[in-house]
Nanobody, 128 residues
Framework: QVQLAESGGGSVQEGGSLRLSCVASTRTGRMGWFRQAPGKEREAVASINKSIRTGITYYADSVKGRFTISHDNDQNTVYLQMDSLKPEDTAKYYC??????????????????????WGQGTQVTVSS
């Protein structure tokens, strides 16, 4: 059983920054971040394939140029650097991970069903 521990959420003013962290208890495959705002469905934010030296990353159009996903050399920790935050970014952010050795088409990066493990979520609130 893989457990994911998220941290780094909080409240910031519009234009501020936060860095979310996700630590996996064991080695995993691709990892990603999803978010869910009240009254809305959970949506993919970013994803990284950390099984290679330079991970292949994906971003939702709404966060491109503002968010950056990365990982430590141990490949068990993934970060989401969030800059130029907007009130629209307010949501609960969830870390997700795939089982090691599992492969899907690249376009599945944004699909919840392609991830096997989920964190409990961390709240991000951006005030105007």
């Amino acid at each position: 059983q893989v457990q994911l521990a998220e941290s780094g959420g909080g409240s910031v003013q519009e234009g501020g920054s936060l860095r979310l962290s996700c630590v996996a208890s064991t080695r995993t495959g691709r990892m990603g971040w999803f978010r869910q705002a009240p009254g809305k469905e959970r949506e993919a934010v970013a994803s990284i394939n950390k099984s290679i030296r330079t991970g292949i990353t994906y971003y939702a159009d709404s966060v491109k140029g503002r968010f950056t996903i990365s990982h430590d050399n141990d490949q068990n920790t993934v970060y989401l650097q969030m800059d130029s935050l907007k009130p629209e970014d307010t949501a609960k952010y969830y870390c997700a991970a795939r089982r090691s050795g599992i492969s899907y088409e690249e376009r599945a990066w944004r699909e919840q069903w392609s991830y096997h493990f989920w964190g409990q979520g961390t709240q991000v609130t951006v005030s105007s």
